[in-house]
């Protein structure tokens, strides 16, 4: 989109054929590099296409399709036909044929309040939050919160301010711009259809997440700069304070009243206790995309050693195995049998009971080193999801990873982690956001009132 965003400002902002031509063939070959590039260290690194990966476009349109979402990625639909054996022009088929029930279902007003939805979704926050929640930061036996973990909430909200701000300021820019039939300049006009590509592409094609908003801010504050050099804040601000000056103060209180009762009624978020859970531990998930399944011959045990460094913790070890009449598994016909998993506490001497799903009870996993086996308890191969293949990447350099003795491609997925009992925000986050929003009112309104001598008249001196 940005690509296209760049060629037609070429065409309408070029000066002459010839500028224009030789732009766009720059252009071209650039494209052409990066593609045939690609391909080239592609091979150089072994990389190999593996067409049990091979996921369609048509499979993220049919996510950012769901009535019963705000079309961002959901568990049911991103997996709906990966399931091993499927080519990808049989995947696409299929999605289609999905995406084909899902638009006949929509009426022209019942599609436009979704693509809303969607557009809330990616742009309302101004600040991502989903699947950052789970960075964490330190080594093995050390393992923190991340950041957004921690001041998620209090992060979003006290960016409010200054994301409407830049919004409100590049929309008022480009409106003037508009309204006088004045001229913009080339890259303003890249930057918006920069800015306006991205949304239509997500919003009105593809599933939506509010980081992929973040493919916009470069050319939205580009914009943003333009809007400061000239709109004239600080002419605006001079006329605008001749008229407050003399009420200020009761706009003051007005404002002081509103922040308060903001403050009030928002209050609970600091008393209102949530469900969280500390990990401690969190292996890869399964494959994105799907993966070609990991097997385990008869009667197979694999085992895996790691350390446990707090108490009151709850494993969580992904159990999912099937055996198949043969070693194709393009084969559909399959039997679920899933693997025997036990786990030894070797500090404590200690079995800790692991059911049928690969969950550990609430709270057994204490401090200490640990053993966990798997074994396929059958006699015939099994192949499993609960297994990461990571091929040749070396990761025996990242302490954060645990791989299965003898086997250093091969990484169980798991999670070890510690519930609690938290609110949303701590107090004082909640008081340092007031209190923040209390000082720029304070600031704004002695601007206000000292504005002669805060912001001089002359242009000249500026």
Not at 114 to 134: E, P, R, S, V
Request: with cysteine; aromatic share 12%; net charge positive.
């Amino acid at each position: 989109m940005i690509i296209i965003a760049l060629l037609i400002t070429i065409v309408l902002m070029g000066q002459t054929l010839r500028q224009k031509f030789v732009q766009i063939s720059i252009l071209i070959a650039t494209v052409i590099v990066v593609y045939f590039g690609s391909s080239v260290i592609q091979t150089a690194q072994r990389y190999e296409r593996n067409n049990q990966v091979v996921t369609p476009a048509t499979r993220y349109i049919n996510m950012g399709l769901n009535p019963n979402t705000s079309g961002q990625i959901d568990g049911n639909d991103a997996w709906l036909y990966e399931q091993p054996g499927r080519t990808p022009k049989e995947k696409n088929r299929l999605y289609l044929s999905s995406i084909k029930r899902r638009l006949l279902n929509y009426s022209v007003g019942s599609l436009s309040e979704h693509f809303l939805k969607k557009a809330t979704y990616m742009y309302g926050t101004g600040l991502t939050i989903q699947d950052f929640f789970y960075w964490y930061a330190g080594n093995k036996n050390n393992l923190e919160e991340s950041i957004l973990d921690r001041f998620g909430v209090t992060l979003v909200n006290g960016f409010q301010f200054f994301y409407i701000l830049l919004s409100v300021m590049t929309l008022v820019f480009l409106w003037r711009h508009l309204k006088n039939k004045r001229s913009i300049p080339p890259v303003v006009l890249f930057s918006v259809l920069g800015v306006l590509g991205v949304c239509a592409f997500q919003v009105g094609l593809w599933e939506v997440r509010d980081r992929y908003s973040l493919l916009a801010v470069p050319f939205t504050v580009f914009i943003f700069s333009y809007a400061l050099a000239e709109l004239d804040i600080v002419g605006w601000i001079s006329r605008f304070g001749s008229v407050l000056k003399q009420d200020v103060i009761r706009y003051f209180i007005i404002s002081t009243g509103l922040l308060v009762f903001g403050y009030l009624s928002n209050y609970s978020l600091t008393t209102q206790l949530v469900e969280k859970n500390n990990v401690s531990i969190h292996q890869p998930y399964v494959a994105y995309a799907g993966q070609s399944d990991v097997k385990i011959k008869a009667h197979d045990k694999l085992k895996i050693t790691f350390d446990v460094e707090t108490t009151g913790n709850t494993g969580i070890f992904y159990n999912s195995a099937y055996s198949i009449s043969s070693d194709s598994k393009s084969q559909q016909v399959k039997k679920y049998l899933p693997l025997q998993i036990s786990l030894m506490n070797t500090t404590l001497h200690k079995s800790i009971e692991v059911d049928s799903n690969g969950n550990t009870k609430a709270n057994t996993m204490q401090k200490g080193k640990y053993v966990l086996t798997l074994t396929n308890p059958t006699n015939q191969a099994i192949y499993t999801q609960g297994i990461i293949d990571i091929g040749k990447a070396d990761f025996s350099f990242n302490s954060l990873y645990r791989s299965i003795s003898g086997h250093p491609e091969l990484m169980p997925v798991m999670t070890v982690a510690r519930s609690s009992q938290n609110t949303l925000v701590s107090k004082k986050q909640y008081n340092a956001i007031f209190t923040l929003l209390f000082v720029i009112l304070c600031i704004i309104t002695y601007m206000f009132r000292k504005k002669d001598k805060i912001l001089p008249l002359n242009k000249s001196k500026i």
